[in-house]
């Protein structure tokens, strides 16, 4: 009989082991963007090295509506699914039936398309393509010039930027080619015309003559940017998550609020950690949200240009990749304030959340 006991035991610890292994926490170090917007360095001395125009803009694909008419992009697309606001002034339109993209629209004129679907025509570039082929028809150069007006914009890429995130010049065009550096297969591609691009610095940058001015939004139409990055880093993730064979993942209520309040608090306490000096870490502030899970795993990001930037800058992040595309996690929620982006992935227990301690609050 002592023996049932004794093996009855073990079992239960057995168990228990099994259990608390399953509902392990993963949270990353902090992910910063490699350039900060708003960091260019004024060089009126510079040499510039040539200005050329780059070779000729592809003649079909998604490339030909950049610099068109929105009218234009409706008439081959049709209207998009979302319309949405971006940090810089111009507008978002979401496509996400046959062909999955998004075009930025400023003042009727496209002044951008993203697009991460196999199915999308990017020409000369595919998605899965190996980057390797790129750069045998490219000419990649780790410093690109931006002409407008009589402004000299002088794009540096680092030794990184030329393995994940090439720029591609075209005549009055630019194409950043994102690319996965594990595998070699380029994740997505976005078409800008250089003002936006400069807009933007997504690379280290020096200049000649003046910056281009930024429409900063409100702070109401701020909350309509940030729910519009999230909806957009749930996608984006969801879309890699497709390239590389792993399912889809639900997009949860609950763990988007967490996500939004870790976001809203790290800027807000100007902090950059997974481990709030309120709410605590992950583990606490799921259980403060009654959220039970399994597993759970946290990417949090900041001064990422957009969700496009912030969401590639995790896939090549050894740490950050594995929870983006963890084959065991269920459910995502994502939370963005401002510059400060969050990512809380888990693996669920499928408990009603309505009975949670937040609503017993």
């Keep these: 009989m002592k023996v049932l006991w004794k093996i009855a035991l073990l079992l239960i610890v057995l168990l228990a082991l099994i259990y608390f292994m399953g509902s392990r926490i993963t949270e990353n170090e902090p992910l910063q963007s490699p350039v900060k917007h708003g960091t260019a360095i004024p060089a009126a001395d510079k040499e510039i090295v040539e200005l050329t125009t780059g070779p000729k803009r592809p003649e079909k694909g998604l490339s030909t509506f950049v610099g068109e008419s929105s009218e234009k992009l409706i008439e081959a697309m049709g209207e998009p699914d979302r319309i949405e606001p971006s940090a810089y002034g111009y507008e978002w339109w979401v496509y996400t039936k046959d062909i999955q993209m998004m075009a930025g629209v400023e003042e009727g004129i496209v002044n951008q398309v993203f697009s991460a679907d196999e199915n999308s025509d990017l020409s000369p570039i595919s998605i899965g393509q190996n980057i390797n082929e790129v750069f045998r028809f490219s000419i990649i150069e780790s410093e690109v010039n931006v002409i407008l007006d009589k402004n000299i914009y002088t794009f540096t890429l680092n030794s990184q930027d030329l393995k994940?995130?090439?720029?591609?010049?075209?005549?009055?065009?630019?194409?950043?080619?994102?690319?996965?550096?594990?595998?070699?297969?380029?994740?997505?591609?976005r078409f800008i015309d250089p003002k936006t691009l400069v807009i933007h610095q997504p690379y280290d940058m020096e200049f000649m003559g003046e910056l281009v001015p930024v429409r900063q939004p409100s702070s109401t139409a701020q909350k309509e940017v940030d729910r519009s990055m999230e909806r957009q880093i749930i996608e984006l993730t969801n879309m890699y998550r497709q390239h590389h064979g792993v399912h889809q993942l639900e997009n949860d209520y609950w763990l988007s609020l967490l996500a939004q309040n870790h976001s809203k608090d790290m800027a807000i306490e100007n902090y950059f950690s997974h481990e709030s000096p309120s709410a605590g870490n992950l583990s606490e502030r799921l259980k403060s949200l009654g959220i039970e899970h399994k597993k759970a795993g946290e990417n949090i990001a900041a001064n990422y240009v957009d969700a496009i930037e912030a969401v590639h800058g995790w896939l090549n992040s050894p740490a950050h990749r594995s929870v983006l595309l963890d084959s065991d996690v269920t459910e995502i929620g994502t939370g963005a304030y401002g510059k400060y982006y969050t990512q809380v992935l888990i693996k669920s227990d499928k408990k009603d959340k309505t009975n949670s301690n937040f609503l017993q609050k």
């Design 164 to 189: 994940d995130r090439i720029l591609l010049k075209y005549e009055n065009l630019f194409a950043q080619v994102y690319v996965d550096s594990v595998d070699e297969m380029i994740e997505g591609v």
